[in-house]
């Protein structure tokens, strides 16, 4: 079947401007985490969603950043008024038995 | 912080084996050890995992230490589309646990013809 997807693939953003990064999970799994990983870098966790319920936040760097998952599905990351330091690359990933299925990620470039 | 030690970077002959070493000393007893690679502008895929014993499964055996320090990821007949990164990462799963991964740096894997 179909595996995680996202969009856009690349996105490019003044200084300022706020986005939204789509991810659609493999159908039927209930647990979603977004990723951010910096060039060079392996992935940093951001944030947690078992079903609609956002569990962890923790790896969110800043209230700029805000995820949902409102119907339990589809996630959207949201950033607000974007920064040079935001430029990265966001995945997304849906999790079953134990094994995270990954996106092939959006990325960021803020100029 | 990455619970994990591995070399930055290997190589090997295509064909060959190729094993990837990682030391997580300070594994803890519901800790799983997971192997993930990443192929150039791809998000990572998963590969095996386990918690003391050995596995092997299409792509790949991963051999655990009786003291569970150290693991190794086998690929037994690499490929040139085996370059990628691969990650060792230790979680705990299930329980209250859910699973959130830990990346560190990996150990960059090239294939020579």
């Known amino acids: 079947g179909a595996g995680v997807s996202q969009s856009p693939r690349y996105k490019v953003a003044k200084r300022g401007q706020d986005v939204a990064l789509r991810c659609d999970p493999i159908?039927?799994?209930?647990?979603l985490f977004w990723y951010q990983q910096a060039l060079g870098q392996g992935p940093e966790f951001l944030t947690y969603?078992?079903?609609?319920?956002?569990?962890?936040k923790s790896g969110l760097p800043s209230d700029r950043f805000f995820a949902e998952r409102p119907e339990g599905s589809v996630s959207t990351l949201k950033i607000q008024r974007t920064q040079q330091e935001d430029s990265a690359v966001y995945l997304c990933?849906?999790?079953?038995?134990?094994?995270?299925?990954f996106g092939p990620g959006t990325r960021l470039t803020v100029l | 912080d990455a619970k994990t030690t591995q070399p930055p970077s290997m190589d090997c002959a295509e064909g060959r084996a190729a094993n990837l070493p990682c030391n997580h000393s300070?594994?803890?007893?519901?800790?799983?050890v997971y192997w993930y690679r990443q192929i150039h502008s791809q998000g990572p895929q998963y590969i095996i995992h386990g918690l003391k014993n050995n596995e092997t499964n299409e792509m790949a055996s991963l051999i655990i230490t009786e003291d569970r320090k150290s693991s190794t990821l086998i690929l037994p007949h690499a490929t040139l589309r085996d370059t990628a990164v691969y990650y060792c990462?230790?979680?705990?799963?299930?329980?209250?646990?859910?699973?959130?991964?830990?990346f560190g740096q990996g150990t960059i894997l090239t294939v020579h013809p």
């Open positions: 300070t594994i803890s007893g519901n800790e799983y």
């Open positions: 990933a849906s999790t079953f038995r134990s094994r995270q299925y």
């Open positions: 990462i230790v979680e705990a799963t299930g329980g209250t646990s859910y699973g959130k991964l830990t």
């Open positions: 969603f078992q079903n609609e319920a956002q569990l962890d």
């Open positions: 159908s039927g799994h209930v647990s």
